[in-house]
């Protein structure tokens, strides 16, 4: 696989925010100057419109071709905390780009959305009547919430080293996108709920490297929306991530599907539900992922691969996934306790697994290797919170419709590696510690078909054994 590497153009001209005569007062409402300056820069050959130390105060903009906004250091744009200064196509957001080329957000400043505020005034509005919303969950709807930045059918996206912070929603969304580069960019979304990080959705080249991101929901998620595209030729490298959420995930949703997607060398900590998670559950494909070398610290489990059915009778695949390289710790506490917003209570209590991977009775998932993995597990699985006889692994509900989450099973019988439903899965060089006594053993396998452990160990109170086998076939241990 290759990544192509692109840069936008280095464009000659500056323009001054100033020029434009907007105003850097932080009370000053710019958004028809802001927009002025785009439309005159785009209009005059494209090039850079420089903002300098100060509060820019704005609602919706829309980026134009060859336009990069340049945030200096000490430079803030705001987004206005009514949410009435806000466009809505396809999604709301404060920064729109569609049908462009060569356009970026970049510099040392920051983009803060007043997430908080201009969520909460958005339930007011609905209080007051003058808004309809369901108010699911005590929250107006995500499509309705303004994120940050969201691009549409845009070709060389350069988003680099820029604070985004305080996202009323998902804080940054390319959907259908080519070329985009997002790198050395630090993420502060923890205002709201549904607050992920990066979502990448059907786009084609894409680079994320060297970010750092503290997110409310997931950090970095892939989606596919439209059966007739596909994530495809990904890199994420090198990135630092903190959620309430996963930490990097593949799906949902997954209409169309995910290919030839690197995760390379990141990151995962204090996060509440899988440092990665490969999810095949709308009907799409998942194939050819490489996932080479990660840190995870004090996350609730480790690897979830989910193939689901999430509408009857779009059946979902999933192959050919090399997972390598792994060091992590798994907390007995809930790994996210403390933040503003937590993952949910509901899916607790649970004894945990730090790798589950769950297919569906003639939906296999297929072709994957893990190798070099050290998992410390702090054990202490407890059969007053669930217990699963291994006479009896039918009694784990297969919940193909149900939204994929590791913890969705509630109790699984491995307290290290658990496999239901797969093909030609390999281990090797995998070791495996219990901190404390658990009643389940290391792994477990129900219906796999042609696996080979190698050089697999593991340190267990008590346990000598390391596998139990269920309708399974063609297993060995060496």
């Given at each position: 696989m290759l990544i192509f590497l692109q840069s936008v153009a280095v464009f000659a001209k500056d323009y001054k925010a100033s020029l434009f005569n907007i105003k850097s007062d932080g009370s000053t409402m710019n958004t028809r100057s802001i927009q002025f300056g785009i439309d005159y820069i785009s209009k005059n050959g494209g090039g850079r419109l420089v903002f300098y130390v100060g509060r820019y105060l704005t609602g919706s903009i829309h980026l134009k071709s060859n336009v990069t906004l340049q945030l200096e250091e000490g430079a803030v744009l705001l987004g206005s905390t009514n949410p009435f200064d806000y466009d809505r196509i396809g999604n709301t957001a404060l920064i729109h780009a569609r049908n462009v080329d060569n356009v970026g957000i970049t510099g040392k400043g920051m983009i803060d959305?007043?997430?908080?505020?201009?969520?909460?005034?958005?339930?007011?509005?609905?209080?007051?009547?003058?808004l309809e919303d369901g108010l699911k969950y005590d929250r107006t709807r995500e499509s309705i919430r303004p994120m940050i930045i969201y691009?549409?059918?845009?070709?060389?996206?350069?988003?680099?080293?820029?604070?985004l912070k305080n996202s009323a929603c998902w804080l940054q969304t390319y959907e259908r996108c080519k070329n985009l580069v997002i790198d050395g960019i630090t993420v502060d979304n923890v205002a709201f709920w549904n607050s992920d990080g990066i979502d990448i959705v059907d786009c084609d080249n894409v680079v994320i490297t060297n970010n750092n991101i503290d997110a409310a929901d997931d950090g970095i998620c892939l989606k596919s929306h439209d059966e007739k595209f596909y994530c495809n030729n990904i890199l994420i490298e090198n990135n630092i991530v903190r959620t309430s959420a996963n930490g990097i995930k593949l799906g949902t949703a997954g209409k169309g599907g995910f290919k030839n997607i690197k995760v390379i060398n990141n990151t995962v900590y204090n996060t509440y539900r899988s440092a990665i998670a490969l999810q095949s559950v709308d009907g799409g494909f998942l194939e050819d992922i490489l996932i080479d070398g990660l840190k995870s610290t004090n996350t609730g489990n480790v690897i979830f691969l989910r193939i689901g059915e999430r509408v009857p009778g779009k059946k979902s695949t999933m192959q050919r996934i090399n997972i390598k390289n792994i060091v992590a710790d798994v907390p007995f506490e809930k790994a996210d306790a403390g933040y503003d917003y937590e993952g949910p209570i509901?899916?607790?209590?649970?004894?945990?697994?730090?790798?589950?991977?769950?297919?569906?009775?003639?939906?296999?998932?297929?072709?994957?290797?893990?190798?070099n993995?050290?998992?410390?597990?702090?054990?202490?699985?407890?059969?007053?919170?669930?217990?699963?006889?291994?006479?009896?692994?039918?009694?784990?509900?297969?919940?193909?419709?149900?939204?994929?989450?590791?913890?969705?099973?509630?109790?699984?019988?491995?307290?290290?590696?658990?496999?239901?439903?797969?093909?030609?899965?390999?281990?090797?060089?995998?070791?495996?510690?219990?901190?404390?006594k658990d009643y389940r053993l290391?792994?477990?396998?129900?219906?796999?078909?042609?696996?080979?452990?190698?050089?697999?160990?593991?340190?267990?109170?008590?346990?000598?054994?390391?596998?139990?086998?269920?309708?399974?076939?063609?297993?060995?241990?060496?």
């Open positions: 959305g007043q997430g908080r505020m201009l969520a909460n005034n958005s339930i007011q509005n609905v209080h007051m009547g003058v691009f549409h059918t845009s070709t060389n996206v350069n988003i680099k080293e820029i604070t509901e899916d607790m209590p649970r004894n945990i697994s730090p790798i589950i991977i769950a297919g569906l009775p003639g939906q296999y998932i297929n072709d994957v290797s893990f190798s993995f050290e998992i410390s597990y702090p054990g202490r699985g407890n059969k007053f919170i669930a217990f699963v006889s291994l006479d009896n692994l039918d009694s784990i509900p297969e919940l193909p419709e149900n939204y994929p989450e590791f913890s969705m099973f509630k109790e699984v019988p491995a307290w290290g590696i658990y496999v239901r439903h797969a093909k030609n899965i390999n281990f090797s060089n995998i070791k495996l510690k219990a901190e404390k290391p792994i477990v396998m129900d219906d796999v078909h042609g696996a080979e452990l190698k050089k697999v160990t593991f340190e267990q109170i008590g346990q000598k054994k390391l596998i139990h086998t269920n309708k399974s076939t063609n297993v060995t241990v060496h």
